[in-house]
């Protein structure tokens, strides 16, 4: 079945980068996301990514996605404590629009 | 005022009881889902919605029903709660080409 996979905890310094990586299962997605979960609030959509595309950058947030690897990944460049959240993948594949989320990456932003 | 709400945001109910959780939005979407969140296991879909006469059931629906009482409301219902459904339930909507979902804050559930 469909699966997407993450590491649940990303500790870095402030102002270093910060890298969030994401495998999934399904070679039919068509859209791929990040959510941002911050304490005690639901989910935020922060980008999603077609999958005839390989990159996509939006101001600090670059993402990356490798489809014959099933690799998709978050850059966060000069992180701040504000970006201490937890961190979702999900993909979307043929039916609608059903999600399959990642169990999520706790990022820690230590100053 | 937010777009998607949710009624209860906390709730502690004891093993047995009959719980409903509520979900409104006023973002004129057709579609509805509802997730439940653990601890390491991420989001996962419980049931979901795509208009006022379709339901069709997620990844983990046992235990579960729900109501799609209009196109802004969809309530969720647990008929006999059990500790193991202690969770964050979210709900959330989208209108296609689904390119978001939004989410409403979440319903910390805790069974007893």
């Known amino acids: 079945g469909e699966d997407v996979e993450q590491s649940l905890f990303l500790s870095v310094r402030e102002g270093d980068s910060s890298v969030i990586n994401c495998t999934y299962t399904d070679s039919s997605s068509t859209y791929l996301y990040w959510y941002k979960q911050e304490p005690g609030a639901g989910l935020q959509l922060l980008t999603y990514i077609f999958s005839n595309m390989d990159m996509k950058q939006d101001q600090r947030l670059t993402v990356l996605l490798n489809k014959k690897d099933k690799h998709l990944s978050l850059r966060i460049a000069d992180t701040q404590t504000g970006d201490s959240a937890i961190y979702f993948c999900?993909?979307?594949?043929?039916?609608?629009?059903?999600?399959?989320f990642g169990q999520g990456t706790e990022l820690s932003v230590k100053p | 005022d937010a777009d998607v709400t949710q009624t209860p945001r906390n709730r502690i109910t004891k093993t047995g009881k009959r719980i409903m959780l509520e979900c409104s939005q006023t973002k004129g979407h057709d579609r509805m889902y509802w997730y439940r969140q653990d601890p390491g296991l991420g989001l996962r879909l419980i049931y979901y919605?795509?208009?006022?006469?379709?339901?069709n059931k997620g990844e983990i629906s046992d235990g579960y029903s729900v109501s799609r009482q209009a196109q802004a409301k969809f309530s969720l219902s647990l008929e006999s709660a059990i500790p193991n459904q202690t969770a964050l339930y979210f709900c959330?909507?989208?209108?296609?080409?689904?390119?978001?979902?939004?989410f409403g804050p979440g319903t910390r559930l805790t069974v007893l």
């Open positions: 919605s795509f208009d006022v006469k379709d339901i």
């Open positions: 959330a909507t989208s209108d296609p080409p689904d390119n978001e979902q939004f």
């Open positions: 999900a993909e979307r594949g043929n039916q609608g629009g059903k999600l399959i």
